[in-house]
């Protein structure tokens, strides 16, 4: 069974500081892993992917995370974090030996302080 | 772009009603989704859709059922709504090769 753990509710950084969300993951077969973000009262936008390759993606508003499979992660960074960048966060892995179906985690919430 | 909409961003329904929830997307999408969306629990898979008229149950299908007549429409159907569906409710809908989702704004419902 696949299954997705961010082990923090709540992220907070100043401003300016590098930010890091964290995430692991668990399944069977080889994952593809994804970074949502969620605005208040918005659906859920895309913001990276890993697939295969290179193990550091680089996503939409300066986003990145790295890929370390023998740790089961993929946390999500950014250098800078700007007060623009508070939101909600989710991690989610497709197995791609089983089906169409993604699992997400409970979420993250990252406030940047001013 | 891809746009998925969904045609309400709140509901009010009272327990018992037999409500309603569509989804449209414009890209031509083979599959969708609905997800509920719950604090704490993220996002929770009710039922997708491979291609029209096709339906697969997640993970938590009790007291939900759907329809897809068309391509372009997902349709989520509360058969008689109870209190605990009051949630947050997504549908998404994905491209066959390709790999991430699309997702509409969310409809919050709310069942009194």
């Not at chain 1, 509710?9 to 300016?16: I, P, R």
């Amino acid at each position: 069974a696949q299954s997705v753990a961010q082990p923090e509710d709540q992220v907070n950084v100043a401003e300016g500081n590098p930010l890091t969300v964290k995430c692991t993951y668990s399944v069977s077969g080889n994952p593809y892993l994804f970074w949502y973000v969620q605005y208040p009262n918005r659906g859920l936008q895309f913001l990276l992917k890993y697939i295969t390759g290179d193990n550091l993606v680089k996503g939409s508003y300066g986003f990145e995370a790295e890929f370390n499979k023998s740790q089961t992660s993929f946390h999500l960074k950014k250098p800078s974090a700007l007060v623009s960048d508070s939101a909600l966060y989710f991690c989610a892995v497709r197995d791609r030996n089983y089906g169409q179906n993604f699992v997400f985690g409970p979420g993250t919430r990252l406030s940047v302080l001013p | 772009d891809v746009k998925v909409t969904q045609s309400s961003r709140y509901l009010v329904k009272r327990t018992g009603e037999k409500v309603f929830l569509e989804c449209v997307q414009d890209m031509d999408h083979e599959n969708m989704f609905w997800y509920r969306q719950d604090p704490g629990l993220g996002l929770r898979l009710i039922y997708f859709s491979y291609d029209v008229k096709m339906k697969e149950k997640g993970d938590i299908p009790e007291g939900y059922s759907v329809s897809r007549e068309k391509k372009e429409r997902f349709s989520l159907i509360l058969e008689s709504a109870s209190t605990n569906q009051t949630s947050m409710y997504l549908c998404a809908s994905r491209h066959q090769v390709q790999d991430e989702q699309f997702f509409g704004p969310g409809t919050r419902l709310t069942v009194l």
